[in-house]
């Protein structure tokens, strides 16, 4: 009878410890995405202030709050024409790098040759590459061909980048999908491309979903290669941005708003392949 009751209370103290440790790592979690969230919060709350309350308080909400700051943003061409003009190229680039990494992966994925093995650590050392290297490189190149000042360039000075990125992700969602499956469609008469469009792609959309993605984040989030080749005809966000600077110091509100407002893009991206996201972390390289 003691030998019971020592039982129970042992795995009562047992389910009461597992349950603090629990409680633990949810506090510690949330926590965690507390002090993630702090930045952003702080960037919406001095998109609401002017810039006197900005440079002389220091508080946790707007005391005058205005919308002057988005004001300046939404009715100022050049402000919002920079958005567009970034948007333009961030898309452009997400297309060309997905397009030309699917059939490179498909290649990794499926075959072998002499080589192979250090082209693909090639392509990734391109990644590895700090942007300012390929800056004055690519200015030059695009001034002379008369690709500088346009949104091609700065998509196709962003693919040197998310190419291997898009190569890499998808290569490891490929590997996946059984061989098989290509012989039995050759076998039924499918042609390469047929085969690799209605086929092969629905089997990995959760990895072009993936790769979309970041080459769509990596290429948004950029601001010295969209600085440099970008001048008059396409204003970025990048050139916007600078704008805020004068003689009489930094515009912190306007600035923090254009901050708010170029979040808003990745936040809709994430939100909608959310869920591809989720599998690429399960079963992709991510």
Sequence with gaps: MTTQAGTVSLKAVGSDGAGLRRIARYGVLVLYLLFLLIPIYWLVNMSFKP?????????????NPTL???ANILTDPTWYMGY??????????TVISVTVALPAAYAFSRYSFIGDKHLFFWLLT?????PAVFALPFFQLYSSIGLFDTHI????????FNIPLAVWILEGFMRGVPKEIDETAYIDGYSWGRFFVRIFMPLIASGIGVAAFFCFMFSWVDLLLSRTLTSVNVKTIGVAMTRTSSAT?????????????????GALVIWFVRNYIAKGFALGRV
């Design 153 to 160: 360039a700065v998509a196709l000075a962003h693919c040197l």
């Design 249 to 265: 110091g930094l515009d912190y509100g306007t600035l923090a708003a254009a901050g708010v407002l170029t979040i808003i893009p």
């Design 84 to 93: 567009v003009h970034s948007l333009i190229y961030v898309v452009l680039n």
């Design 51 to 63: 810039n006197v309350e900005i440079l002389n308080q220091l508080t946790l909400l707007p005391v």
């Design 126 to 130: 391109n990644r590895m590459a700090p």
């Design 68 to 70: 002057q700051n988005y």
